[in-house]
């Protein structure tokens, strides 16, 4: 028996027998309990969590958004939809209260990891008093995995050495398979198995998409866990970079919404509105909030753009739908086990509300967002290139406009932690075998805090006290399960903070107070928090928050705004922090850096590296010095390469020539080459880069040289100011992603790199400072 063990000290203590030792194993007083597996009480479900990137309450059908979700439909309809259910408005705090049962700040994620600071609430680690739902399962006898994204893990820990504290398999995955960071190319994806970097399986020409591999992967898992454990219950943690930008969609996917946007994101918002009445995901007798001001009407969009911004929508509303269909592959091999029934199946449809970093006119290249170089993206520009949107020739975002129509009926977007349309996300929970109710809605208040206390709940486990010899730190949420069979069950979770980014509310016993101190529209203007202008909203008779109350209530106003400081002060959120530049400065910000100096010497083997493994080369002057071994023959492919389609550089050999490659975004490919054929042999091949200076996105001239002796040079006309993707990893030997230049006979170099040096010399030209505050403020948002 399982039920008598007690469960508050993970590991559970081992018993150690007492009683004499017999000398002869024959006698027969020599008799010992047999050894029994770790299982948690009986009972104990399987639990599949699902997790959507960027979806907003009104995208899926299943809320009465345009975007088909059959999948989503169905477990609704034989389940639970609960309306009121929160996240925390970006991707890395959410994550991090999902998994831990405590507010962002309580457990260091008070913003994304890439923007940590030193500040208690900000150090983007989490504490190892606050052990994850994962770890809790695993220690009492589930089979755990992830896949997908984590974005968890402190940048500084980014490296293929670690360390791995926090990554998936030391946070109580038994299996992880996905990426770390915010966001991966689908067709090109830096994937990770465990801890080590790995390729996918096939190209996109042979129909590779990352969504489609994760779920593969998913069956593979629950296959081998159900044939060699099926004892064993099994919490299995699904976390797509869907619906996150870049939106790849798959062809054969691509025109299923051929002209159903053509009519504009205020006509789709309306007509989500009227579903979402009908399906009562909201109040019949509620009201649509208005447009933001910096948001225009559908009619005021020039003519010329609104084909382009229609085919964004078309193409992120397919990717929504396929990731869908993905899911529920996933959720059809489990009911192909015969396991349906006792598994507690959890999708929350979005990790913030739907992302409004596009800008007004989206991207082709969402990595121009971050830069601000609105004059390259014109609209002729994006006509151009509109055929292959969401193709892997392609990075694309969508607009501003069709994010704010994917939150109806709330204002705002992601970030915005203000209102429910920076965090109000639909919840689907199925379970056949432990809730009675079918089909019907729930309308009780509730945070992402609140999922790993269920889950302990539905599995009969308590919260563990200890942890791996560390007193827990209190969990924050409490458990949803009393809301199963009880639709009118009293709220338990009465009081909820919310904040990001400066943006902050309150949620006291239906009231909101609330202040958008940092939004998506960049002409709406940013004052200091003493002067933030705050809204009040009665969401027991306003659901919206449509009508603002502020004048009629100020006494009521007041009273919440105490309250707000007081949860601040409770949970680390304090001090709040709206810089910029600083915390895009790690050492501004406080916080360690993989690659320092001047000199970085990197060597075959070390894996796919990510930018903050690689020292910075941006806006400044700068060489690449490689030792090579050129065979006899000559030699093809690539010596060293940093980024991909998306922007980045490359060192290769071409017809036995040295050549140099730099793509700027994907528009502007510069290529310098040498007059013949390396000579074979051991040399030191070279690539100087003397930057014109002048502010930043600069050009620069560049000089190829072998063994000290210059044998060619050219031209940059402009360079990228800011990181290339975040997903486009430096390598040695090959380009194995989307590749720098398709001029590349092969990517893999036939020669051999014995190590890769780069350099920024002594006085060399340094533009880098000259970054905008509002630059690498979007350089990290735009990731997450």
């Not at 398999?169 to 465990?194: A, D, H, R, V």
């Not at 109350?549 to 601040?568: M, S």
Request: one cysteine or more; proline letters at 8%.
């Amino acid at each position: 028996m399982t039920n008598h063990i007690s469960r508050e000290v993970l590991p559970i203590p081992g018993r150690r027998r007492v009683g004499p030792a017999m000398y002869d194993s024959k006698d027969p007083d020599a008799r010992y309990e047999p050894i029994k597996p770790l299982l948690p009480p009986k009972g104990a479900p399987n639990i599949l969590l699902v997790l959507l990137d960027d979806a907003g309450f009104g995208s899926s059908s299943a809320f009465g958004g345009p975007c088909r979700t059959p999948t989503f439909e169905r477990l609704s309809n034989n389940g639970l939809r609960y309306t009121r259910f929160h996240t925390t408005a970006m991707c890395s705090p959410t994550r991090q209260a999902l998994l831990t049962g405590r507010n962002h700040h309580s457990v260091g994620m008070g913003t994304v990891s890439d923007m940590a600071t030193a500040a208690p609430g900000y150090t983007s680690q989490r504490p190892n008093s606050a052990a994850t739902i994962a770890e809790a399962l695993r220690l009492n006898g589930y089979s755990t995995s992830q896949f997908g994204k984590c974005h968890e893990v402190p940048t500084w820990e980014w490296s293929p050495m670690g360390p791995f504290d926090r990554w998936p398999t030391s946070s109580g995955f038994e299996y992880f398979y996905g990426f770390i960071g915010g966001e991966t190319n689908q067709f090109y994806p830096s994937l990770i198995e465990g801890t080590n970097p790995v390729m996918p399986d096939k190209t996109p020409e042979e129909g590779y998409h990352l969504t489609e591999d994760l779920a593969e992967k998913a069956c593979h898992w629950i296959g081998q866990q159900r044939a060699l454990a099926p004892d064993k219950p099994f919490f299995l943690y699904f976390a797509p970079g869907a619906t996150h930008a870049p939106i790849h969609v798959p062809e054969g996917w691509r025109d299923r919404y051929r002209g159903a946007f053509d009519k504009g994101w205020d006509a789709v918002r309306d007509e989500t509105f009227s579903r979402q009445k009908q399906l009562g995901v909201v109040p019949p007798d509620c009201d649509l909030t208005a447009r933001p001001q910096g948001i225009p009407a559908w009619l005021d969009i020039p003519d010329e753009m609104k084909t382009v911004l229609a085919r964004q929508m078309e193409l992120y509303a397919a990717f929504l739908e396929h990731t869908d269909y993905c899911i529920g592959r996933v959720v059809d091999m489990i009911e192909s086990l015969g396991e349906p029934g006792n598994t507690l199946i959890w999708i929350i449809t979005g990790d913030n509300g739907a992302s409004g970093e596009g800008t007004i006119n989206g991207a082709w290249n969402e990595s121009l967002t971050m830069t601000g170089m609105t004059d390259v993206e014109t609209p002729e520009f994006l006509r151009e290139r509109l055929a292959s949107f969401g193709t892997a020739a392609s990075y694309p975002q969508y607009s501003l406009g069709w994010a704010h129509a994917m939150d109806a009926p709330y204002q705002w977007t992601k970030r915005v932690a203000s209102h429910w349309g920076g965090t109000r996300n639909g919840l689907i929970v199925n379970w056949p075998a432990g809730i009675r109710s079918r089909c019907e809605i729930r309308r009780q208040f509730h945070h992402v805090i609140d999922v790993a206390p269920t889950f302990l709940e539905v599995a009969n486990l308590p919260h563990p006290l200890i942890v791996n010899g560390i007193e827990q730190q209190p969990v924050e949420g409490v458990s949803m399960a009393y809301t199963f069979d009880n639709p009118a069950a009293p709220d338990r979770r009465a009081t909820q903070y919310f904040e990001m980014l400066g943006n902050r509310g309150i949620y006291h016993k239906g009231w909101t107070a609330i202040t958008a101190h940092n939004t998506p529209v960049p002409a709406r203007p940013q004052r200091d928090f003493e002067n933030d202008i705050w809204e009040l909203y009665d969401t027991n008779t306003d659901w919206t928050q449509a009508h603002d109350l502020a004048r009629e209530y100020p006494e009521k106003l007041r009273e919440l705004q105490r309250l707000f400081l007081i949860e601040a002060a409770r949970h680390n959120v304090l001090p709040l922090d709206d810089r910029a530049a600083e915390r895009a400065d790690p050492d501004l910000a406080g916080r360690p850096v993989l690659s320092k100096g001047r000199r970085q010497r990197l060597y075959p083997g070390i894996g796919r590296l990510n930018a903050f493994c690689v020292i910075n080369t941006r806006n400044k002057s700068h060489r690449v010095t490689a030792e090579v071994v050129v065979p006899a023959g000559g030699c093809e492919g690539v010596i060293v390469a940093q980024g991909g389609f998306p922007g980045g550089w490359s060192i290769y050999a071409k017809e036995g020539r040295l050549k140099y490659c730099y793509n700027f975004y994907g528009i502007d490919s510069f290529h310098v080459e040498t007059a013949g054929p390396m000579p074979a042999g051991k040399h030191l091949v070279r690539m100087d880069f003397d930057y014109d200076g002048g502010g930043v996105a600069g050009g620069g001239s560049v000089r190829l040289s072998i063994d000290d002796r210059r044998v060619g040079g050219g031209r940059v006309g402009r360079t990228q100011p800011l990181p290339f993707a975040s997903d486009e990893p430096l390598e040695i030997g090959s380009d194995n992603g989307s590749h720098v230049t398709g001029d590349y006979t092969v990517h893999e170099f036939t020669g051999e790199v014995n190590w890769v040096e780069i350099e920024i010399p002594i006085g060399a030209m340094d533009d880098d400072s000259e970054i905008s505050f509002e630059q690498r403020l979007r350089a990290a948002l735009v990731k997450e």
